[in-house]
């Protein structure tokens, strides 16, 4: 476990809120730099940045070697915020991530020393390395955004990002995400391996310089925050909201899917929606927005039946391709 940063973070924004221009404009810049990083994911990319800006967790589920831990740390560094970094291991306390009531024989009261968890941006690595108890210490923290130890509540900072990642290969020695933690992620998405031309790039000057030592902050934590609320005010058309409730639905009655897609998930993939179009410039959604996070949003959700044919994804890319797609209305 060891801390990136200790800036402390505002609780609330102040100022002039942000317009969807700035929105379009700053995580432009936040896609550029990160791009740097992890070359030929632009996909990806997208994805954690439109998690940052809808206010949401992202878990990243890939094979050694193939950028996970850079997604991180390079997110982590375009954000002049309060960042954390925890190594799970199966040693890991529950404590060791919220943080723990120590006596203080002065006073003769205990004193609360946060974990870190109170952070803008917690970097969760390899998170299915530590037990379910631990886990399961993150569960109120990623939902409920506040932390409960010794029977007194903390509020956490905004805003509040987990970005977790885990090898589903390597079976020794992890313990696989429940349901109901997953749930709390609002995507889930894979790096794969780059193509040849971006692999042969890596292999040119990556050994001699560090794209990560080069990165410089694009925005800073009261600035998210505001880009953030500007997010939430983005319009929805009525239309569009029945579109995706029905998408969310369906995957409840989908053939070889034992567990569908939960109330959260219909939660999450509004928010994602709305992040979607004020990357893109606009003030309100379109069905493509739904569509478009359809996968990222559901797939981790869907608990498939013994035997099916089909993975998550698969199933939901036929399931959108299916549904009849409404004319969105601007506000």
């Known amino acids: 476990m060891d801390s990136m940063a200790t800036r ?14 700035d929105v379009h404009r700053v995580g432009a810049q936040l896609q550029q730099a990160v791009g740097e990083v992890l070359v030929g994911k632009p996909d ?7 998690c940052l800006l809808a206010e949401g967790h992202l878990l990243v589920e890939d094979v050694p070697g193939t950028g996970k831990t850079n ?3 390079a997110l982590a560094r375009a954000i002049d915020a309060s960042v954390a970094r925890i190594q799970f291991t199966p040693d890991l306390m529950p404590s060791d991530v919220t943080g723990v009531s120590i006596f203080d024989r002065a006073s003769s009261t205990f004193e609360f020393r946060p974990g870190p968890v109170f952070s803008n941006l917690l ?15 993150l569960l109120e923290a990623m939902e409920e955004r506040q932390v409960s130890v010794d029977g007194a ?5 905004r805003p509040f990002l987990v970005l977790a990642t885990q090898n589903p290969v390597e079976l020794e020695g992890t313990y696989p995400l429940p349901e109901a933690q997953r749930d709390r992620f609002l995507a889930m998405t894979t790096i794969g391996y780059p193509s040849a031309a971006d692999e042969l790039d890596m292999l040119v ?13 694009v925005t800073d934590s009261t600035t998210l925050l505001r880009l953030v609320d500007t997010v939430t005010e983005v319009y929805v058309a009525p239309q569009v909201r029945e579109y995706l409730l029905a998408l969310v639905r369906a995957t409840r009655a989908l053939p070889g899917v034992r567990l569908g897609a939960s109330p959260r998930a219909g939660l999450h ?7 979607t179009a004020a990357l893109a410039g606009r003030d309100f959604v379109v069905p493509d927005d739904v569509s478009g996070m359809a996968v990222p949003v559901l797939s981790h959700r869907l608990l498939l039946s013994p035997g099916a044919h089909l993975d998550a994804g698969q199933l939901l890319t036929g399931l959108v391709g299916r549904l009849p797609v409404p004319r969105a209305a601007r506000p």
Do not use: W
Request: hydrophobic share 45%; glycine share 2%.
């Open 44 to 50: 990806v990319v997208r994805l954690a940045v439109v």
């Open 123 to 137: 970097v969760a690595d390899e998170i299915n390395r530590a037990s379910p108890k631990t886990q399961s210490a």
């Open 71 to 73: 997604l991180a740390k």
């Open 205 to 217: 000057d990556r050994d001699r310089v560090d794209p990560l030592e080069a990165m410089e902050p």
């Open 153 to 157: 509540t903390y509020p956490l900072a």
């Open 269 to 275: 993939l509004v928010r994602a929606a709305k992040a």
């Open 8 to 21: 402390p973070a505002p609780a609330r924004t102040s100022g002039p809120p942000a317009t969807i221009d």
